[in-house]
Protein backbone atom coordinates (compact mmCIF):
# COMPACT_ATOMS: atom_id res chain seq x y z
CA UNK A 1 0.00 0.00 0.00
CA UNK A 2 1.29 3.65 -1.10
CA UNK A 3 1.64 6.16 1.77
CA UNK A 4 -1.58 6.32 4.53
CA UNK A 5 -0.79 9.93 4.37
CA UNK A 6 -0.85 10.39 0.67
CA UNK A 7 -3.51 8.11 0.52
CA UNK A 8 -6.23 10.18 3.00
CA UNK A 9 -4.64 13.14 1.12
CA UNK A 10 -3.97 14.71 4.56
CA UNK A 11 -0.75 16.65 5.71
CA UNK A 12 1.51 14.55 8.34
CA UNK A 13 0.75 17.29 11.02
CA UNK A 14 -2.95 16.96 10.21
CA UNK A 15 -5.26 16.68 13.29
CA UNK A 16 -7.15 13.35 13.81
CA UNK A 17 -10.49 15.67 13.20
CA UNK A 18 -8.68 16.44 10.07
CA UNK A 19 -8.19 12.77 9.36
CA UNK A 20 -11.36 11.44 10.75
CA UNK A 21 -12.90 13.96 8.17
CA UNK A 22 -11.34 12.89 4.94
CA UNK A 23 -12.02 9.47 5.82
CA UNK A 24 -15.58 9.94 5.94
CA UNK A 25 -15.15 12.00 2.70
CA UNK A 26 -12.99 9.37 0.73
CA UNK A 27 -15.00 6.59 2.05
CA UNK A 28 -18.32 7.38 0.86
CA UNK A 29 -17.31 8.22 -2.24
CA UNK A 30 -15.52 4.96 -3.12
CA UNK A 31 -17.56 2.44 -1.50
CA UNK A 32 -18.21 -0.65 -3.42
CA UNK A 33 -21.75 -0.29 -2.96
CA UNK A 34 -22.08 3.28 -4.96
CA UNK A 35 -19.80 1.26 -7.52
CA UNK A 36 -21.44 -1.83 -8.12
CA UNK A 37 -19.10 -3.60 -11.11
CA UNK A 38 -16.56 -1.43 -10.37
CA UNK A 39 -13.04 -3.04 -9.37
CA UNK A 40 -11.14 -0.26 -9.25
CA UNK A 41 -13.71 1.34 -6.24
CA UNK A 42 -13.27 -1.68 -4.54
CA UNK A 43 -9.60 -1.53 -4.29
CA UNK A 44 -9.07 2.21 -3.75
CA UNK A 45 -12.10 1.79 -0.50
CA UNK A 46 -9.33 -1.07 0.50
CA UNK A 47 -6.56 1.23 0.20
CA UNK A 48 -8.69 3.86 1.98
CA UNK A 49 -9.58 1.49 4.99
CA UNK A 50 -6.37 0.23 5.44
CA UNK A 51 -4.81 4.16 5.47
CA UNK A 52 -7.42 4.87 8.13
CA UNK A 53 -6.53 1.59 10.24
CA UNK A 54 -3.36 3.51 10.72
CA UNK A 55 -3.87 6.46 11.02
CA UNK A 56 -7.13 6.54 12.86
CA UNK A 57 -5.33 4.80 15.69
CA UNK A 58 -2.98 7.15 17.82
CA UNK A 59 -1.15 4.29 18.81
CA UNK A 60 -0.46 2.82 15.27
CA UNK A 61 -0.01 6.09 14.06
CA UNK A 62 2.93 6.71 16.41
CA UNK A 63 4.69 3.83 15.41
CA UNK A 64 4.45 4.34 11.26
CA UNK A 65 5.66 8.08 11.69
CA UNK A 66 8.27 6.67 13.94
CA UNK A 67 8.81 4.07 11.15
CA UNK A 68 8.68 1.11 13.44
CA UNK A 69 5.48 -0.44 11.34
CA UNK A 70 5.37 -0.19 7.49
CA UNK A 71 2.21 1.18 5.25
CA UNK A 72 0.25 -2.55 5.69
CA UNK A 73 0.62 -2.26 10.12
CA UNK A 74 3.45 -4.65 9.92
CA UNK A 75 6.82 -4.21 11.87
CA UNK A 76 9.64 -2.90 9.77
CA UNK A 77 11.47 -6.09 7.94
CA UNK A 78 7.98 -8.42 8.42
CA UNK A 79 7.28 -10.51 5.92
CA UNK A 80 3.54 -11.65 5.78
CA UNK A 81 4.03 -14.25 3.20
CA UNK A 82 6.41 -16.17 5.79
CA UNK A 83 3.65 -16.09 7.94
CA UNK A 84 0.92 -17.33 6.01
CA UNK A 85 -0.74 -14.40 5.04
CA UNK A 86 -1.57 -13.08 2.16
CA UNK A 87 -0.18 -10.63 -0.15
CA UNK A 88 -2.64 -8.15 -0.43
CA UNK A 89 -3.09 -4.91 1.94
CA UNK A 90 -5.72 -4.13 3.98
CA UNK A 91 -9.16 -5.60 2.51
CA UNK A 92 -12.68 -5.06 5.41
CA UNK A 93 -14.01 -7.31 2.79
CA UNK A 94 -11.91 -10.16 3.14
CA UNK A 95 -10.62 -12.14 0.06
CA UNK A 96 -6.43 -12.23 -1.01
CA UNK A 97 -5.85 -13.62 2.57
CA UNK A 98 -5.67 -10.19 4.02
CA UNK A 99 -7.06 -9.01 7.21
CA UNK A 100 -10.43 -6.98 8.03
CA UNK A 101 -10.25 -4.21 10.08
CA UNK A 102 -12.56 -2.61 12.66
CA UNK A 103 -12.28 0.68 13.10
CA UNK A 104 -12.70 2.47 16.21
CA UNK A 105 -12.29 6.29 17.01
CA UNK A 106 -12.33 7.80 20.36
CA UNK A 107 -10.43 10.98 20.35
CA UNK A 108 -11.78 13.98 21.74
CA UNK A 109 -12.00 15.70 18.37
CA UNK A 110 -14.50 18.50 17.78
CA UNK A 111 -17.46 16.09 17.11
CA UNK A 112 -17.70 15.19 20.65
CA UNK A 113 -16.11 12.96 23.14
CA UNK A 114 -18.99 10.00 21.87
CA UNK A 115 -16.00 8.64 20.03
CA UNK A 116 -16.22 7.69 16.30
CA UNK A 117 -16.75 4.62 14.29
CA UNK A 118 -16.02 3.82 10.65
CA UNK A 119 -19.25 1.36 10.89
CA UNK A 120 -21.44 4.19 11.58
CA UNK A 121 -20.14 5.82 8.24
CA UNK A 122 -21.20 1.80 6.62
CA UNK A 123 -24.43 2.14 7.89
CA UNK A 124 -25.32 5.75 6.96
CA UNK A 125 -23.95 4.36 3.17
CA UNK A 126 -26.27 1.39 3.47
CA UNK A 127 -29.08 2.74 5.16
CA UNK A 128 -29.25 4.99 1.57
CA UNK A 129 -28.95 2.20 -0.47
CA UNK A 130 -32.25 0.83 0.40
CA UNK A 131 -31.05 -1.07 4.15
CA UNK A 132 -28.30 -3.81 2.58
CA UNK A 133 -25.14 -4.25 4.22
CA UNK A 134 -24.31 -4.48 7.94
CA UNK A 135 -26.63 -3.04 10.94
CA UNK A 136 -25.46 0.13 12.82
CA UNK A 137 -24.05 -0.77 15.79
CA UNK A 138 -24.84 0.26 19.12
CA UNK A 139 -22.45 3.47 20.30
CA UNK A 140 -22.19 4.60 23.97
CA UNK A 141 -23.78 7.99 24.38
CA UNK A 142 -21.45 11.46 24.80
CA UNK A 143 -19.76 11.92 27.84
CA UNK A 144 -20.27 15.84 29.34
CA UNK A 145 -17.82 17.48 31.14
CA UNK A 146 -18.23 20.30 33.57
CA UNK A 147 -16.18 22.68 35.78
CA UNK A 148 -17.25 23.99 38.99
CA UNK A 149 -16.39 25.63 41.78
CA UNK A 150 -17.08 24.84 45.56
CA UNK A 151 -16.16 26.46 49.01
CA UNK A 152 -12.89 25.94 50.75
CA UNK A 153 -15.63 24.69 53.75
CA UNK A 154 -18.09 22.66 51.28
CA UNK A 155 -14.57 20.75 49.65
CA UNK A 156 -13.41 19.99 53.30
CA UNK A 157 -16.91 19.24 55.14
CA UNK A 158 -18.64 17.88 51.89
CA UNK A 159 -22.07 18.66 50.75
CA UNK A 160 -24.44 18.30 47.96
CA UNK A 161 -24.17 21.02 44.49
CA UNK A 162 -27.01 20.92 41.95
CA UNK A 163 -25.33 21.13 38.36
CA UNK A 164 -26.86 22.00 35.15
CA UNK A 165 -26.39 19.39 32.06
CA UNK A 166 -25.56 20.37 28.75
CA UNK A 167 -28.91 18.76 27.63
CA UNK A 168 -31.16 21.00 30.11
CA UNK A 169 -31.41 18.28 33.20
CA UNK A 170 -30.43 19.33 36.37
CA UNK A 171 -29.10 17.41 38.62
CA UNK A 172 -27.38 17.17 42.56
CA UNK A 173 -24.06 16.11 42.45
CA UNK A 174 -22.37 14.83 45.84
CA UNK A 175 -19.23 16.80 47.20
CA UNK A 176 -16.95 13.94 49.26
CA UNK A 177 -15.51 15.41 52.48
CA UNK A 178 -11.68 16.03 52.19
CA UNK A 179 -12.44 16.38 48.16
CA UNK A 180 -9.35 18.56 47.33
CA UNK A 181 -8.78 21.02 44.70
CA UNK A 182 -8.68 19.88 40.72
CA UNK A 183 -10.06 16.83 41.38
CA UNK A 184 -12.57 15.06 39.14
CA UNK A 185 -16.09 13.51 40.03
CA UNK A 186 -17.37 10.81 37.76
CA UNK A 187 -20.71 9.90 37.52
CA UNK A 188 -21.81 7.06 35.59
CA UNK A 189 -24.59 6.92 33.36
CA UNK A 190 -25.60 10.16 33.93
CA UNK A 191 -24.50 11.37 30.22
CA UNK A 192 -25.54 11.64 26.75
CA UNK A 193 -28.18 9.06 25.46
CA UNK A 194 -26.89 5.84 23.92
CA UNK A 195 -27.03 5.29 19.92
CA UNK A 196 -29.16 1.88 18.68
CA UNK A 197 -29.17 0.67 22.04
CA UNK A 198 -26.13 2.12 23.23
CA UNK A 199 -24.93 2.42 26.89
CA UNK A 200 -25.45 5.97 28.45
CA UNK A 201 -22.29 8.22 28.52
CA UNK A 202 -21.01 9.43 32.23
CA UNK A 203 -20.49 13.40 33.26
CA UNK A 204 -17.14 14.47 34.50
CA UNK A 205 -16.95 17.25 36.91
CA UNK A 206 -13.73 18.76 37.29
CA UNK A 207 -13.82 20.76 40.78
CA UNK A 208 -12.08 23.74 41.81
CA UNK A 209 -11.69 24.47 45.55
CA UNK A 210 -12.15 28.57 46.21
CA UNK A 211 -9.72 30.08 48.44
CA UNK A 212 -9.86 30.37 52.09
CA UNK A 213 -9.67 33.97 53.48
CA UNK A 214 -7.19 32.37 56.19
CA UNK A 215 -6.96 28.59 56.00
CA UNK A 216 -4.39 26.77 53.46
CA UNK A 217 -4.42 22.91 53.74
CA UNK A 218 -1.71 20.42 54.01
CA UNK A 219 -2.98 17.39 53.46
CA UNK A 220 -5.26 16.87 55.82
CA UNK A 221 -3.94 19.71 58.09
CA UNK A 222 -4.92 23.22 58.24
CA UNK A 223 -2.36 26.32 58.54
CA UNK A 224 -3.08 29.79 59.43
CA UNK A 225 -1.98 33.04 61.06
CA UNK A 226 -3.75 34.08 64.39
CA UNK A 227 -2.76 38.04 64.80
CA UNK A 228 -1.97 38.80 68.70
CA UNK A 229 -0.97 41.94 70.45
CA UNK A 230 1.70 42.86 72.34
CA UNK A 231 0.40 42.06 75.27
CA UNK A 232 -1.05 39.04 74.94
CA UNK A 233 2.15 38.06 73.46
CA UNK A 234 3.88 38.99 76.61
CA UNK A 235 2.10 37.93 79.27
CA UNK A 236 -0.26 35.42 77.59
CA UNK A 237 -3.43 35.18 77.79
CA UNK A 238 -7.11 33.57 75.56
CA UNK A 239 -7.58 34.21 72.70
CA UNK A 240 -10.62 32.81 70.10
CA UNK A 241 -9.55 30.60 67.13
CA UNK A 242 -11.84 30.26 64.06
CA UNK A 243 -12.06 26.44 63.15
CA UNK A 244 -14.29 24.95 60.32
CA UNK A 245 -16.66 23.77 62.84
CA UNK A 246 -17.10 27.20 64.95
CA UNK A 247 -14.57 28.99 67.20
CA UNK A 248 -12.91 27.90 70.20
CA UNK A 249 -10.88 29.14 73.37
CA UNK A 250 -6.99 29.22 72.88
CA UNK A 251 -4.48 29.73 75.75
CA UNK A 252 -1.63 31.71 74.30
CA UNK A 253 1.39 31.14 76.49
CA UNK A 254 3.49 33.96 78.12
CA UNK A 255 6.54 35.39 76.35
CA UNK A 256 5.52 33.96 73.10
CA UNK A 257 7.07 35.17 69.89
CA UNK A 258 5.80 35.41 66.18
CA UNK A 259 6.35 32.02 64.52
CA UNK A 260 5.13 30.34 67.76
CA UNK A 261 2.91 27.36 66.30
CA UNK A 262 -0.24 26.05 68.41
CA UNK A 263 -1.30 22.97 67.82
CA UNK A 264 -4.92 22.04 67.45
CA UNK A 265 -6.00 18.45 67.51
CA UNK A 266 -8.48 17.27 64.81
CA UNK A 267 -9.70 20.35 64.08
CA UNK A 268 -8.60 20.17 60.51
CA UNK A 269 -9.99 18.25 57.46
CA UNK A 270 -13.12 16.46 59.26
CA UNK A 271 -12.09 12.28 59.76
CA UNK A 272 -13.90 10.06 56.67
CA UNK A 273 -14.89 6.85 55.97
CA UNK A 274 -15.55 4.35 58.63
CA UNK A 275 -12.92 4.28 61.79
CA UNK A 276 -11.07 0.79 60.27
CA UNK A 277 -10.50 1.94 56.47
CA UNK A 278 -11.14 5.74 56.57
CA UNK A 279 -9.14 8.57 57.63
CA UNK A 280 -9.01 10.33 60.67
CA UNK A 281 -9.23 14.16 61.19
CA UNK A 282 -6.25 16.30 60.27
CA UNK A 283 -4.92 18.62 63.17
CA UNK A 284 -5.05 22.91 62.83
CA UNK A 285 -1.94 24.32 63.16
CA UNK A 286 -2.37 28.05 64.55
CA UNK A 287 1.04 30.71 64.17
CA UNK A 288 1.02 33.51 66.27
CA UNK A 289 2.14 36.98 65.03
CA UNK A 290 2.16 39.40 67.14
CA UNK A 291 0.92 42.12 65.84
CA UNK A 292 0.81 46.08 66.40
CA UNK A 293 -2.26 48.54 66.35
CA UNK A 294 -2.72 50.51 62.96
CA UNK A 295 -2.76 53.61 64.65
CA UNK A 296 -0.17 54.82 66.64
CA UNK A 297 -0.86 54.46 70.44
CA UNK A 298 0.93 57.11 72.44
CA UNK A 299 1.09 54.88 76.02
CA UNK A 300 3.08 51.92 73.62
CA UNK A 301 5.40 54.98 72.57
CA UNK A 302 6.58 56.33 75.96
CA UNK A 303 6.41 52.55 77.01
CA UNK A 304 9.14 51.59 74.62
CA UNK A 305 11.07 54.78 74.32
CA UNK A 306 11.99 53.94 78.41
CA UNK A 307 12.65 50.41 77.93
CA UNK A 308 15.97 48.92 78.24
CA UNK A 309 15.84 46.48 75.53
CA UNK A 310 18.71 44.45 76.86
CA UNK A 311 18.54 41.78 74.00
CA UNK A 312 19.38 41.09 70.79
CA UNK A 313 17.06 39.65 68.14
CA UNK A 314 19.61 38.88 65.37
CA UNK A 315 22.15 37.08 67.75
CA UNK A 316 21.39 34.17 65.54
CA UNK A 317 21.92 35.79 62.17
CA UNK A 318 25.94 36.43 63.15
Do not use: C
Amino acid sequence: MADPYSVLGVPRKASEADIKKAFRTLAKKHHPDTHRGDPGAKKKFQEISAAYDILGDKEKRGQYDRGEIDENGNPRGFDPRAHGFGGGGGNPFGGDGARSYQYTYTGGGPEGAEGFRAEDIFADLFGGLGGRGRKAQPRRGEDYALNVTVSFEEAARGGTRRVNLPDGREIDVRIPAGLRDAQQIRLRGQGGPGVNGGPQGDVMIQVSVAPHPYFTRDGNNLRMDLPVTLKEAVLGGKVQVPTLTGAVTVTVPANSNSGTVLRLKGKGIPARGSASGGEAAGDLYVRLVVTLPDKADAKLKTFIEGWDASYDPRAKMK
